[in-house]
């Protein structure tokens, strides 16, 4: 069976960025759909993806990066796609690896692909606080999932159907990406890492400041720990 | 003690009064302000019959006001928490119906689009 992909850009304000990123695709995937999540922006990001005719879910405020990516992946359950990426749309992930993120999720019949900056040494700069964060959350989400994790931050993943029906119920709200993976792991959903390689931001800030990095590790934290003990009614719809 | 009693009567007469007031203009539902009315008529119990106050007083070795604002406390944080559920229950709602109505006019949208274009075959 041919498999129905979508790439999904969760975007805010980044008109400067959204048009490179979605040319990028095109050429590296041209068999996939885009869909662009504008998350209540305040500029043309809308606009701009419009004009290059691509799927676009204009939000009617700004709802955090959680919850525009679970938009995606409603609206890829809902329209029967098999495979969904995510990406971030400031430029940090080359398109060209999407494809190495795809076939790893077939080759290595896993549900979840996520893409580590750290696997490989690759040239990645970050803050000091941030890469302990980084570095405990790996170690951490290692230990609960019992598979070798090292990059438990990175928004850059491939999902096949099993784990866009999941998410597409249940995505956590703010500073999802830690969180997503527990609950994946709690629904017996597999994870693999590959390499990957990210790109200077071209555009934006980081959805991370520095004091929030202190509030962030607190709360995914938390969050984490309670995670181990929820419990899912999926429901079938 | 008789007229710390009256004072704090006239209060929860007076606030009850409001909550009554602000749910019978609808703005104040029923599920909200039950508990609302259950701590105003604790307290006007308390300050027409003090003696049940009392033993508490007795067996916690506070005085009457201090019991009362105890117990006032205990009330305010049960409000709190079962307005901070209310609030998380929001949120989540909130975010449903917003990502629905994304995905809706996205679909909207392109149904119109292909409309068009059929229209525009058409002629």
Request: charged letters at 25%.
């Amino acid at each position: 069976m041919q498999n129905k992909i979508l790439i999904i850009l969760p975007a805010f304000n980044e008109e400067k960025s959204i048009a490179g990123i979605i040319d990028d695709i095109k050429k590296n995937v041209p068999e996939a759909d885009i869909l662009v999540v504008n998350d209540g922006s305040f500029d043309n990001t809308s606009k701009v993806a419009r004009e290059k005719n691509v799927f676009v879910i204009d939000l009617p405020f700004n709802l955090g990066i959680g919850a525009a990516v679970q938009t995606g992946f409603k609206f890829a359950h809902r329209n029967g796609y098999t495979i969904a990426v995510q990406c971030d749309a400031d430029g940090q992930h080359p398109a060209y690896q999407i494809k190495n993120l795809i076939s790893a999720l077939q080759e290595n019949n896993v549900d979840i692909v996520a893409g580590s900056r750290f696997l490989r040494k690759y040239s990645y700069k970050s803050s000091i606080p941030r890469q302990i964060g980084i570095f405990l959350f790996s170690k951490l989400l290692s230990f609960i999932t019992k598979t070798k994790l090292t990059d438990t931050t990175c928004g850059f993943r491939a999902f096949n159907k099993k784990a866009i029906e999941f998410f597409s119920q249940y995505y956590p709200c703010d500073y999802p990406e830690v969180e997503a993976l527990v609950l994946a792991h709690m629904q017996n959903l597999k994870i693999k890492e590959i390499p990957i390689r990210i790109m200077e931001r071209k555009a934006g800030v980081s959805s991370i400041g520095f004091f929030s990095a202190f509030y962030y590790t607190i709360k995914v934290f938390l969050a984490v720990i309670i995670d181990l003990f929820e419990s899912f009614h999926i429901k079938k719809r | 003690m008789l007229r710390i009693r009256i004072i704090i009567g006239l209060i929860s007469l007076f606030f009850l009064v409001i909550i009554f007031e602000a749910i019978r203009r609808r703005k104040f539902m029923e599920k909200y302000a039950l508990l609302w009315i259950i701590s105003g008529l604790v307290m006007l119990i308390f300050s027409l019959f003090p003696e049940i106050l009392f033993r508490f007083s007795h067996f916690l070795g506070l005085y009457y006001l201090t019991v009362l604002l105890l117990v006032c406390f205990i009330f305010l944080l049960l409000i709190l928490f079962y307005l901070s559920i209310a609030i998380s229950q929001l949120t989540e709602k909130n975010k449903e119906l917003a990502q629905e109505i994304g995905l809706l006019k996205e679909k909207f949208d392109r149904l119109k689009k292909e409309t068009k274009e059929e229209e525009n075959e058409a002629t």
